[in-house]
């Protein structure tokens, strides 16, 4: 089982995705690795989502608090890559989330088939 967990705190991008990865699978387009879409507000329930049993890939959006997203990178440890989003405003700090482990870091404006295929891509990479 494949799922993404979306860090975030607005819900905005959780929904978005959702809709997306819903009408991909409704019109036959496939959804290729991803089996669910979950939602975390706090950085302990990011955790408490990515167990060992299953693969995934997490996306957290700098606008849920930027510490808390450089918390996240800190103390990640399990093999699930982290996509991070976000504002044009927060460019100069891409290589230091990629330093600390982000696997890609997306500058809104950030579309939902976008940011979907992403995750995709990002699955097929995981063993």
């Known amino acids: ?17 959702k809709t997306e990865w819903s009408r991909q699978a409704v019109s036959g387009g496939g959804v290729g690795e991803i089996d669910d879409i979950e939602s975390a507000g706090s950085v302990p329930e990011v955790f408490a989502l990515a167990d ?10 700098l606008a849920a608090g930027q510490p808390d997203v450089l918390r996240l990178l800190e103390g990640w440890d399990r093999g699930w890559p982290i996509v991070v989003i976000g504002s044009l405003d927060t460019g100069e700090l891409e290589w230091p989330l990629r330093e600390l482990g982000a696997t890609t870091v997306l500058f809104e404006p950030v579309t939902p088939s976008r940011l979907l295929a992403m995750c995709q891509r990002v699955l097929k990479n995981v063993t």
Request: charged share 25%; net charge positive; aromatic share 8%.
């Open 52 to 61: 060992a049993s299953r693969r995934g890939v997490v996306v957290a959006d």
């Open 1 to 17: 089982m494949s799922s993404v967990i979306v860090l975030e705190q607005s819900g905005r991008f959780f929904r978005e995705l």
